[in-house]
């Protein structure tokens, strides 16, 4: 307590402690800001969805083999059953001067192969998967977010089936241009608002024949999608994003697409200086056009924002600003008339 002695003015208490404090509370706030906004979110949590034909990733990879009655699951079970067998690679039962060469493979291949007919007449399954390589931003002002990702669709081609050929591979890698030349799905992301497959230095995709027909089919893409943003919680609010899968020219009763098992994976840990992935999601539906039902899936992204900066660079400072300038009303109005 400070006291104040003037001429012809009464002792005055004086509750300058008050301006103390909030100097010592600034100070405190700087001292603990970094700590706070390190926990300032819980940690990433994967969403799981349950439903008999997405069963745990993790108790997948353990297993090492897929339990589900769904044709796709049993289509990547016969290319893991083709894959496990190396030792069919080296065998000199196979692998004779007589073998056929990957050219000779691919031509014989393709002699009187139709890209415009369907690989099976009642409908093709078409199972997909999503690898995020990352995430590298999300923009307020368009809605949307920007992602790099490795896409992977399976199907199943018996007119691609090589296993009566003499041939010592289980599997043909062939170049992008390969798929000009068969029957695709024509899978698209129907939401983006733009993508492109990354060239670096050549185009980043691949084709991969087994000796059954199956042919798995990857791209490596830079994708541009759309946001939801609620900024009624802010900062305290979450962002949803979606990125939508659908066959671009075939409707469901040509191509049923249909998830992987391990469906969605992550490279790495995202890490963004404002957002935090808190949970990802996938789900299939159907859409009614005006000439058919088309299967549709999609992979939902959850964001939080990041509220320490917001908290200590903004939302404190401007209250102590706030409140420190009450302290004024605290002093007597007879010490006011003195300093005048």
Known sequence: MIWLVGK??????????????????????????????????????VHTIEDDRYPDPVKSRKARSYHTEDEGSEMLKSISNITASPSHLNSKERCTRNSLNMGNIINSLLTDYDIHLLPESEGVNVTIELHVQGISGISEITADFELDIM??????????????LNVCATNITVKS??????WTPDTCIINSKESKIHSSPSENTFV??????????????????????????????TIHCQVTFESYSFNRDEVKLMWHNNAVTMME????????????????????????????????????????????????????????????????????????
């Open 151 to 164: 896409y992977s669709e399976i199907w199943n081609d018996p007119r691609l089936s090589f296993h009566h």
């Open 8 to 45: 012809n003015i009464n002792l005055i208490p004086l509750p300058l402690h008050y301006l103390g404090l909030i100097l010592i509370l600034f100070g405190c706030l700087e001292v603990v800001e970094a700590s706070l906004v390190a926990r300032s979110r819980p940690p990433l949590r």
């Open 269 to 340: 840990k995202i890490e963004l200086p404002d957002f935090e992935l808190v949970s990802w999601s996938i789900d299939k539906k159907q859409m009614d056009y005006p000439n058919g039902v088309w299967d549709r899936a999609s992979v939902h992204f959850v964001f939080a924002r990041r509220y320490g900066f917001y908290l200590f660079q903004g939302y404190f400072p401007s209250s102590l600003t706030t409140i420190s300038s009450w302290v004024g009303f605290f002093f007597d109005v007879r010490y006011v008339q003195w300093l005048i």
């Open 177 to 182: 241009g390969f798929r000009n030349k068969i």
């Open 208 to 237: 991969i024949l087994y000796q059954t027909g199956m042919v798995w089919s990857n791209f490596r893409m830079n994708v541009r999608a759309p946001c939801r943003f609620s900024l009624q919680m802010f900062p305290f609010d």
